[in-house]
């Protein structure tokens, strides 16, 4: 693993990483400028807050949402041009918004991964927060419908037994 990370990290590495990358945030005319790239990362920056206000759990929860959301479409996005760029390809900034959506989706996967492992870290069942709000409401209904059939039956104070006693001068 830290050889790995050590080939990442080399210059040269970096360097061709960086060249492969240019046309993702490169404009019309092959520039990169603080504008194209502020055109091409906003919009990711955009949905990784929505993903972020609405994803429940904490205040870790939400940063794994928007980091996924956001460096996904990013690179994602970056990625695409990039390639389609390489081939030969001009497909008039749909190839940004393809990858920029993949990206997304990877990026979210990996964030509910990690959200996970924190629920698993902190004593939960390894859920994200979107499951455990899905079950205490699963929860919930079942409490529900069986404090509804109980009544029902007359098993617990309210229900109509109770009535029906009251209701011949018995209760």
């Known amino acids: 693993m830290l050889s790995l990370a050590r080939f990442a990290m080399n210059p040269k590495m970096l360097a061709s990483i960086g060249k492969f990358l240019k046309p993702g945030f490169a404009d019309a005319a092959g520039n990169v400028?603080?504008?194209?790239?502020?055109g091409r990362v906003a919009p990711d920056l955009l949905f990784g807050g929505m993903a972020a206000m609405q994803?429940?759990?904490d205040a870790f929860d939400k940063g794994a949402a928007f980091l996924g959301s956001s460096l996904g479409g990013i690179?994602?996005?970056?990625?695409?041009?990039?390639?389609?760029?390489?081939?030969?390809?001009?497909?008039?900034?749909?190839?940004?918004?393809?990858?920029?959506?993949?990206?997304?989706?990877?990026?979210?996967?990996?964030?509910?991964?990690?959200?996970?492992?924190?629920?698993?870290?902190?004593?939960?069942?390894?859920?994200t927060g979107w499951e455990r709000m899905g079950s205490q409401q699963q929860e919930a209904m079942r409490q529900e419908m069986e404090q509804s059939i109980l009544a029902q039956y007359g098993m617990v104070p309210g229900g109509r037994y109770d009535n029906y006693l009251y209701d011949l001068g018995m209760a």
């Open 55 to 57: 994803t429940p759990g």
């Open 33 to 38: 400028t603080k504008a194209s790239i502020a």
């Open 75 to 127: 690179g994602g996005g970056a990625l695409a041009t990039a390639g389609t760029h390489r081939m030969g390809l001009n497909l008039g900034g749909m190839q940004e918004f393809v990858g920029g959506i993949g990206g997304d989706m990877l990026g979210m996967a990996a964030s509910d991964a990690v959200t996970r492992g924190k629920d698993l870290v902190m004593g939960g069942s390894g859920q």
